[in-house]
């Protein structure tokens, strides 16, 4: 398993949890540019409408020498999942007032997939909370360093 990006606004805005993999549908030469690195899952987030799971605002970049209807950079992208999942996240959203984020894209077996968890919007207090918390952490590892 080869990790291509990764989502770290989303764990500084969101508390995620339930953690599924999915796979990404994928046109042309896409896999050619997420093999290459080029993905950014900022801003991306995933809905679902008609009982299909779509990641919009995903960002990969066209490949060179790509047809020009290949090209849509921040295209809607269906992912793959089992109905039941799909069910289940939908149900989820709806009652709890969830969110589902994509956290990390990487390949795995030749093979694009997207890591998608459900998110619970955080207050700035809780954004606060963590940061001093990451500040006193480094403030002890160093003080244990040095002595």
């Given at each position: 398993?080869?990790i ?16 599924l993999?999915?796979?990404?549908e ?12 080029k ?13 299909e799971a ?10 060179d ?16 999942l ?11 959203v709806?009652?709890k ?14 093979k ?9 919007g955080?207050k700035?207090?809780d ?7 990451r ?5 002890i ?7």
């Amino acid at each position: 398993m080869k990790i291509i990006t990764n989502n770290k606004k989303a764990y500084h805005n969101f508390f995620v949890s339930d953690l599924l993999e999915a796979g990404i549908e994928l046109k042309g030469g896409e896999i050619k540019s997420v093999a290459g690195g080029k993905v950014s899952l900022s801003d991306s987030y995933v809905e679902i409408k008609n009982g299909e799971a779509i990641m919009k605002n995903c960002y990969i970049a066209a490949v060179d020498g790509a047809s020009q209807s290949d090209s849509q950079t921040k295209r809607a992208r269906k992912l793959l999942l089992h109905k039941a999942e799909i069910i289940k996240l939908e149900r989820k959203v709806k009652e709890k007032g969830f969110s589902i984020v994509p956290t990390k894209v990487y390949l795995n077996g030749g093979k694009a997939k997207v890591e998608i968890g459900l998110a619970k919007g955080k207050k700035l207090y809780d954004k606060r909370e963590v940061l001093k918390d990451r500040a006193v952490r480094r403030d002890i590892d160093r003080a244990i360093k040095n002595d």
